[in-house]
């Protein structure tokens, strides 16, 4: 019976998840484990969220509103932009995922993006059946967006930036994209992944939300797992067109988004409170972690995220199994193609001391 699952699925290689505080401490058997492998808020969850939650448990036996209404007026309003441009989905892998399923015909389409990439963009192109064009980014590592638009053509869907970047950090500013817009053939949407985009300073420099009105081809996708702590919730959005935005609503699965992640997003969204005290956290950490890391004979990579990529001066996957054997877990990224390097997302003052110990000891 095997012969029923189609070509795709049968060599499809699935998603490697960063490794779990469980995988851990059961392998290593260390009982204290730092994660700063998933890019994960450093302060957990927001204390107003948590009560929120806590309220709402009492109605989940209730379906929530389908296309979480109230959430999308709230974002944009604060994106200025109208609601019916925002889609709200169970974290922005729904939102790429439902892109490519409405915009991209399978055996005739192609999606364009540069190589060393966050792994869902070739996950949904073989699923859907549509070609994966890689861009290479040359020795710099850096966003080769001239070249992206040099690969499209009439058959392209899809042109998708990471800015900040995952894994390097690096942002391509909000004058740049614009340009890469304007210079698609016509048909090819480009689509920006701001998961980070919060950490991204000074925002009038990288911004991309108020180019919306000007372009007809671009799709912000944001989402709350970083910023905003709620990972484990799934919610994240798209920012696009009406026209595109009532097909995704019109073609999607019902309830995606449940009733406790709409309720925490809108109670996030409120909480500025967090949403500072994070980004203040970060910066900080974030520039500690890449002088602690340069001292130490690191290259780092520098960033506009809440995490660093670091080519160690010695070997990268024995640096990542001696601090996951003192229960550190940072990612190594042989998964996107950059076996010398790692990544490490910024943790609380105590995780990154912590970390810059090991690191320094192990080096
Ligand atoms: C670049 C990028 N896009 C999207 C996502 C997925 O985010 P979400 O949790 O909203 O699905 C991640 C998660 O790590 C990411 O790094």
């Not at 996950?123 to 070609?131: D, F, Q, R, Y």
């Not at 850096?142 to 690969?151: E, H, M, Y």
């Not at 309720?263 to 970060?282: W, Y």
């Amino acid at each position: 019976m095997k012969e029923r699952v189609r070509k795709q699925i049968l060599d499809f290689k699935p998603y490697t998840p960063g490794l779990t505080l469980e995988d851990i401490r059961e392998k290593y058997g260390v009982e204290q484990v730092i994660k700063l492998a998933s890019n994960e808020n450093p302060l957990g969850v927001s204390p107003v969220v948590q009560k929120v939650l806590g309220r709402r448990a009492a109605e989940v036996f209730r379906y929530p509103q389908n296309h979480s209404p109230r959430l999308a007026a709230a974002l944009a309003q604060r994106l200025g932009v109208t609601p019916d441009m925002v889609v709200v989905g169970n974290g922005s892998d729904e939102i790429i995922d439902m892109l490519y399923r409405v915009v991209a015909e399978p055996g005739r389409d192609n999606v364009v993006c540069y190589e060393h990439s966050f792994s869902m963009y070739r996950m949904c192109a073989k699923l859907c059946g549509v070609e994966y064009r890689e861009v290479p980014r040359g020795h710099g590592l850096g966003l080769p967006l001239a070249d992206l638009a040099r690969v499209a053509d009439e058959h392209t869907a899809l042109v998708i930036v990471t800015s900040p970047d995952n894994p390097t950090g690096l942002a391509a500013t909000a004058k740049e994209l614009g340009e890469l817009a304007r210079a698609l053939p016509e048909g090819a949407l480009l689509v920006v992944d701001g998961a980070y985009a919060e950490f991204a300073r000074p925002e009038e420099v990288y911004e991309a939300a108020p180019r919306l009105a000007e372009l007809e081809n671009l799709v912000l996708l944001r989402t709350f797992s970083k910023a905003y702590g709620l990972a484990g919730l799934r919610l994240g959005y798209g920012v696009m067109p009406a026209w595109l935005a009532s097909y995704l609503r019109r073609a999607r699965i019902p309830f995606t988004v449940n009733l406790a992640a709409e309720a925490a997003g809108l109670a996030a969204l409120e909480d500025e409170t967090f949403l500072n005290e994070t980004l203040r956290v970060v910066w900080q950490g974030r520039d500690y972690l890449a002088s602690a890391l340069a001292e130490m004979g690191c290259e780092v990579t520098p960033s506009q995220a809440n995490f660093l990529m670091f080519r160690p001066p010695s070997d990268a996957e024995a640096l990542f199994e001696n601090l996951l054997r003192r229960g550190i877990i940072v990612r190594h990224l042989k998964s996107f193609g950059l076996p010398e390097h790692l990544r490490v997302n910024v943790g609380t003052g105590r995780e990154n001391a912590a970390f810059a110990a090991a690191c320094k000891e192990l080096l």
